[in-house]
Nanobody
């Protein structure tokens, strides 16, 4: 049974940093690409970053140069390092893996506000 558990969200001031974690279980973590999405109030869910099974990465234009996705296959965990945070980064952040179907975690709230 695939499980994804996000953590690390919180309230941070503009310009600050947070690191999100997603602990995965129930599948061969190292074999799959992992994704971070976010959903702001009243908006559709959007893809933020992806890391392939071989470590290749790609980012939404809105976060390039500020966010970094990484993975630790020994810990079955994917991370999202978020720097220079802006109020428009406020959203619920979700971890995702596609294994025949799409699996989601419960999400973690990130609020950027002074």
């Amino acid at each position: 049974q695939v499980q994804l558990v996000e953590s690390g969200g919180g309230l941070v001031q503009p310009g600050g940093s947070l690191r999100l974690s997603c602990a995965a279980s129930g599948f061969t973590f190292s074999s799959y690409a992992m994704r971070w999405y976010r959903q702001a109030p009243g908006k559709t869910r959007e893809l933020v970053a992806i890391i392939t099974s071989t470590g290749g990465t790609n980012y939404a234009d809105s976060v390039k140069g500020r966010f970094a996705i990484s993975r630790d296959n020994a810990k079955n965990t994917v991370y999202l390092q978020m720097n220079s945070l802006k109020p428009e980064d406020t959203a619920v952040y979700y971890c995702n893996v596609v294994q025949y179907i799409s699996y989601w975690g419960q999400g973690t709230q990130v609020t950027v506000s002074s």
